[in-house]
Nanobody, 120 residues
Framework: QVQLVESGGGLVQAGESLRLSCAAS????????MGWYRQAPGKQRELVAR???????DYVDSVKGRFTISRDNAKNMVYLQMNSLKPEDTSVYYC??????????????WGQGTQVTVSS
């Protein structure tokens, strides 16, 4: 079994920064792409940023230049540095990872989510 646990959410004012962290643990052989998604009330979940196991990154247009995704493969962690936050960034942020476990199964996992609220 594999678990993803996010941390770092909170309430900030517009223009401030937050750093989200996600730790993967359990029966892990290797982790492929890792990403951050977000879902606001009444909206569909959307991909915010993604990083491959080789470090290639991809961002949704609305966060380019403000957010940075990174990962530490040795620690099985992924981070999302969010700068110049805007009220429209308010959402629950979810960590996601493609994991190969020790049973040989390749599965996609989600964290439980962490709330980010940006006040104007």
């Amino acid at each position: 079994q594999v678990q993803l646990v996010e941390s770092g959410g909170g309430l900030v004012q517009a223009g401030e920064s937050l750093r989200l962290s996600c730790a993967a643990s359990g029966s892990i052989v290797s982790i492929g792409a890792m990403g951050w998604y977000r879902q606001a009330p009444g909206k569909q979940r959307e991909l915010v940023a993604r990083v491959t196991n080789l470090g290639s990154t991809d961002y949704v247009d609305s966060v380019k230049g403000r957010f940075t995704i990174s990962r530490d493969n040795a620690k099985n962690m992924v981070y999302l540095q969010m700068n110049s936050l805007k009220p429209e960034d308010t959402s629950v942020y979810y960590c996601n990872a493609n994991v190969l476990d020790r049973l040989g199964w390749a599965k996609n996992y989600w964290g439980q989510g962490t709330q980010v609220t940006v006040s104007s």
